[in-house]
């Protein structure tokens, strides 16, 4: 059965940093794409970054570029994102989630979702 869970998130001030982590169970992590998504209240939910099992390719949203950074280590199975420079735009939920296939952006293509960590950013 894939798992995925997400820690990390939480409270932090407007310029301050948070990193995420994403545990997947072996089968989840191997051979698939990893990715972080966000929702914000009465908003849909949004890309935010995704990266390849290697580790080699990694794609942003808009609202990420520049500032978040997607990272994995295989050993632990696990999947980063590196928030820097929050905002309080950035306030939602971030999910984590896996799809086979290629790096996408299209949330429908995403099979396997974790329960989702709470940010709040706080101006």
């Known amino acids: 059965q894939v798992e995925l869970v997400e820690s990390g998130g939480g409270l932090v001030q407007a310029g301050g940093s948070l990193r995420l982590s994403c545990v997947a169970s072996?089968?989840?992590?191997?051979?698939?794409?990893m990715a972080w998504f966000r929702q914000a209240p009465g908003k849909e939910r949004e890309f935010v970054a995704a990266?390849?099992?290697?580790?080699?390719?990694?794609y942003y949203g808009d609202s990420a570029t520049g500032r978040f950074t997607i990272s994995n280590d295989s050993a632990k199975n696990t999947v980063y994102l590196q928030m820097n420079s929050l905002k309080p735009d950035d306030t939602a939920v971030y999910y984590c989630?896996?799809?086979?296939?290629?790096?996408?952006?299209?949330?429908?293509?995403?099979?396997?979702w974790g329960q989702g960590t709470q940010v709040t950013v706080s101006s």
């Open positions: 990266i390849d099992w290697s580790g080699n390719s990694q």
């Open positions: 072996e089968r989840a992590f191997r051979r698939n794409i």
């Open positions: 989630a896996a799809k086979v296939g290629g790096i996408s952006w299209f949330e429908y293509e995403y099979g396997y």
